[in-house]
Nanobody, 124 residues
Framework: QVRLVESGGGSVQPGGSLRLSCAVD????????IGWYRQVPGKEREIVSC????????YYVDNVKGRFTISRNNAKNTVYLQLNRLKPEDTAVYYC?????????????????WGKGTLVTVSS
């Protein structure tokens, strides 16, 4: 069973930074595409970023470009999302998800495996 566990969420002021981590278990991190998603109450889940298994292909949703950076360290079985210059509208539960099919995240299809989420709160 593939398991993904998010960590690193917290409460910060606008303009602050956080680094989210997604630990991947199941010996799949070296070939799984990983996506970061976020969701707020009453809203649909939103894709934030995708990274291919090798890290060579990366996607960001428009409203985080230039502020968020996705990366992965397959030796550590971990994918990161660096959140910089955070805005109140970034407040959400952030989820990581994995899928062996590289196009799933990039094309907006449902991912196979999901973590439980980590809460990011951005407020003054």
């Amino acid at each position: 069973q593939v398991r993904l566990v998010e960590s690193g969420g917290g409460s910060v002021q606008p303009g602050g930074s956080l680094r989210l981590s997604c630990a991947v278990d199941g010996f799949t991190s070296d070939y799984y595409t990983i996506g970061w998603y976020r969701q707020v109450p009453g809203k649909e889940r939103e894709i934030v970023s995708c990274i291919s298994s090798s890290g060579s292909n990366i996607y960001y949703v428009d409203n985080v470009k230039g502020r968020f950076t996705i990366s992965r360290n397959n030796a550590k079985n971990t994918v990161y999302l660096q959140l910089n210059r955070l805005k109140p509208e970034d407040t959400a539960v952030y989820y990581c998800a994995g899928d062996p099919y590289g196009a799933t995240c990039f094309f907006g299809y449902n991912m196979d495996y999901w973590g439980k989420g980590t809460l990011v709160t951005v407020s003054s």
